[in-house]
């Protein structure tokens, strides 16, 4: 239960004692009762049933308030080490790490995920919310390379309307950071295209930003991915 709820019922409990010195008040006489001077008012029959009706809203609404939970996950992965998503680091790719401040780094909070990203994993991710799109080991030697790249572009370009996110990720030279805020949508985009279609690589690629994201969103860290 949480502070809202305790205060809710606390309340609750005021107006049923009000309406149990008004009832007294209204059955025994004002004159009668343990305290006259709320007696005058709250014997009133009006009084009492305003009392009562809201003693009961209150109630109510502290049963329906639900105390905030701590961030668990809804994937129900487990990621004990060593799994298959430890793996794949190495140069040219990015490696993954949470932060309290991105611009100062703290010892006690800090630490690294021991996972990494690379541009299998991104091209996996591409396979599946960018089918139709022409590899660059297919086009860099045609005759109609502009007009393929300017066709992939376009299609990049729909894919981070789609996925802001996940899409900001798309080299392992650059450093990239997300805020609290932004993890919570790039994990929904992650489990959005892990839905798609089964793809065994993207499926790896996927999980592996879910688990960061979640292991982020536990103690509200930035999230870090820093190019080799």
């Known amino acids: 239960m949480n502070i809202l709820s305790s205060l809710l019922i606390l309340i609750a409990i005021i107006l049923s004692i009000l309406v149990f010195i008004s009832l007294i008040g209204w059955w025994r006489g004002i004159d009668n009762i343990l305290f006259p001077g709320i007696g005058i008012v709250a014997a009133m029959p009006t ?14 609404v502290a049963a329906v308030v639900k105390p905030k939970k701590e961030f668990t996950g809804e994937t129900s992965q487990n990621f004990e080490y060593p799994n298959d998503i430890f793996s794949g680091c190495g140069n040219g790719t990015l490696t993954v790490s949470l932060s309290k401040n991105p611009e100062n780094y703290e010892a006690e909070t800090d630490r690294g995920l021991k996972v990494c990203i690379n541009y299998e994993d991104l091209d996996a991710i591409h396979d599946v919310v960018i089918p ?14 502009k007009k393929i790249e300017e066709e992939n572009h376009k299609l990049f370009q729909k894919f981070a309307l789609k996925y802001p996110m996940i899409s900001r990720i798309d080299d392992m030279y650059k ?29 790896l690629a996927l999980r592996k930003l879910i688990y960061a994201c979640e292991e982020a969103l536990k103690g509200e860290f930035y999230l870090e991915f820093s190019g080799d």
Not at 47 to 60: D, N, P, R, S, Y
Not at 188 to 195: A, N, P, Q, V, Y
């Open 132 to 145: 139709n799109r022409t590899k660059y080991e297919e086009y860099k030697e045609s005759e109609n390379y």
């Open 175 to 203: 450093d990239y950071v997300f805020t609290p805020q932004e993890i919570v949508k790039l994990r929904e985009e992650c489990l959005t295209i892990k839905s798609i279609a089964a793809h065994p690589s993207a499926d």
């Open 47 to 60: 009084v009492i049933v305003f009392l009562l009706i809201l003693g009961i809203f209150f109630v109510i």
